[in-house]
């Protein structure tokens, strides 16, 4: 039986890579530079699968990705959340007494100010954490430190000088693995999420209406994000959330009175519910 090849953004290294090992460790993690090079391997067949970051606790959304789902033509097989956690590391001799610049993506040297300010180290922007990682091994000198995860410290031989860096301890994302397979959880096996994207006519009181189904039948909705389509002011299309199967009569109502206000209605995903999901959003 051939290798499963999961797709990621990011250097060897990455957050995305740390979430392929621990939640599918038979599988090839695929590096790819950008997002839309992500969508094309999978497209292309060179994997199989793709791993996507699409929210942060800290940061929110991950830019670009919800204007790249309606259009991937790939399907929301799963959801992991990863709790993120930064390591400071450097070539060994390094110590923080000769650090003078510390590397890392924009998000990582946001998110580890407290330490950064408090030894007035100079905060160099790379393009993802574990490329800093591998551009301080490259460069073999103690003045200079990257932020990334543990992981990145285990390729690329650097020494961890300290750990857990990260300013707020409740930081989490979450990820979506995606399949051209559309791959539907059995519907009364456990907590299942169903994501969507709609477009409502251009109408008043067309998004009012179009959600009033999911209140008056109970539905949890735990998520609604709104984006412009074309660069037109009135074709915003959303993408949502909600707890449950689309088999649910509940949810099957609500979808249905959805449909009524919307000049596009599709579903991403059904799929189950990460165990972390329901100690988060308590």
Not at 39 to 57: C, H, K, Q, R, T
Not at 270 to 278: G, Q, S, T
Request: with cysteine; hydrophobic share 45%.
């Amino acid at each position: 039986m051939s290798t499963i090849r999961i797709a990621y953004q990011g250097e060897p290294g990455a957050n995305s890579h740390l979430v392929i090992n621990e939640n599918y460790p038979e599988a090839e993690a695929v590096a790819c530079a950008s997002f839309e090079d992500v969508f094309g391997v999978v497209a292309s067949g060179e994997a199989e699968l793709a791993m996507i970051p699409i929210d942060n606790s800290l940061a929110g959304r991950v830019a670009d990705i919800h204007h790249f789902l309606p259009t991937s033509g790939l399907h929301i097989i799963a959801e992991h959340y990863l709790r993120i956690q930064f390591m400071l590391m450097g070539v060994p001799g390094t110590t923080l007494d000769t650090i003078d610049t510390v590397h890392s993506h924009v998000h990582a040297l946001g998110q580890c100010r407290k330490i950064i300010k408090e030894h007035g180290w100079q905060p160099i922007i790379s393009g993802d954490t574990a490329g800093a990682a591998r551009e301080i091994a490259e460069a073999a000198d103690v003045r200079q430190a990257a932020i990334a995860p543990e992981l990145a410290a285990e390729i690329y031989n650097l020494e961890i000088l300290a750990r857990d860096i990260e300013d707020e301890d409740h930081n989490t994302t979450r990820f979506v693995l995606l399949s051209p397979d559309e791959i539907i959880a059995e519907p009364n096996n456990g907590p299942v999420v169903t994501s969507f994207i709609f477009r409502v006519r251009n109408l008043p009181a067309a998004l009012y209406k179009a959600l009033g189904g999911f209140a008056t039948n109970g539905i949890n909705m735990t998520k609604l994000e709104s984006y412009m389509v074309d660069g037109k002011f009135t074709a915003t299309q959303f993408l949502a959330e909600v707890d449950g199967h689309p088999d649910d009569i509940g949810l099957a109502r609500a979808l249905e009175e959805l449909s009524f206000f919307t000049d596009e209605l599709r579903i991403l995903g059904v799929y189950p519910a990460d165990p972390k999901r329901a100690e988060i959003y308590s």
